[in-house]
Antibody, heavy 122, light 111 residues
């Protein structure tokens, strides 16, 4: 069974960079797409970015200028960096593995990490 | 790209059937059959319930079903049980640039 675990600081100062890592166990990071999704307190889900084992990436247009996503296949990990954070970036951040679907869109999230609450505050 | 539109809340009694709608546009929900649905209990991790519009992952009860008509996708839960009380989110593929968008979520209350 694939398991994902987020790690990183729970508190980030405004204007600094949020950094999170997702460690994948129970399966290889190869052959799938991997995403970061966030959920502000009391609000809905928001897709942030994805990466695949080849390093192909995409991110939400409104966040693109601040997002860096990377993969380390030797460690079975992928990471998120979000720069110039504000209070609006306070959220639970989930890492997730995409599922395989018809046509290889991989447009759904089959496995999720437990989530990491990141608070932006001085 | 705006979020998909879901009702803020729906409710039903045990044993009944309920349907949660997810309305998009001809550029997302209406164009592809790549809508997924997630169940989330308070403080817990979202769980995939439906993918590709109507497919159920292994282990998901067959009381959950998905469908689509035009620009609106729907999640139907039959034989409602107390344990179904949760938030439900839809998600649709848009295109290779935008990728996916989520609905705002629907709180299901089992009366």
């Amino acid at each position: 069974q694939v398991q994902l675990q987020e790690s990183g600081p729970g508190l980030v100062r405004p204007s600094e960079t949020l950094s999170l890592t997702c460690t994948v166990s129970g399966g290889s990071i190869s052959h799938y797409y991997w995403s970061w999704i966030r959920q502000p307190p009391g609000k809905g889900l928001e897709w942030i970015a994805y990466i695949n084992f080849s390093g192909n990436t995409n991110s939400k247009s409104s966040l693109k200028s601040r997002v860096t996503i990377s993969v380390d296949t030797s460690k079975n990990q992928f990471s998120l960096k979000l720069s110039s954070v504000t209070a609006a970036d306070t959220a639970v951040y989930y890492c997730a593995r995409h599922g395989l679907d018809t046509g290889n869109y991989q447009a759904y999230f089959q496995y999720w990490g437990q989530g990491a609450l990141v608070t932006v505050s001085s | 790209q705006s979020a998909l539109t879901q009702p803020a809340s729906v409710s039903g009694s045990p044993g009944q059937s309920i349907t949660i709608s997810c309305t998009g546009t001809s550029s997302d929900v209406g164009r592809y059959n790549h809508v997924s649905w997630y169940q989330q209990y308070p403080g817990k991790v979202p769980e995939l319930m439906i993918y590709e519009g109507s497919k159920r992952p292994a282990g998901v009860s067959n009381r959950f079903s998905g469908s689509k008509s035009g620009n609106t996708a729907s999640l139907t839960i039959s034989g409602l049980q107390a344990e179904d009380e949760a938030d439900y989110y839809c998600c649709s593929y848009v295109d290779s640039v935008t990728f996916v968008i989520f609905g705002g979520g629907t709180k299901l209350t089992v009366l």
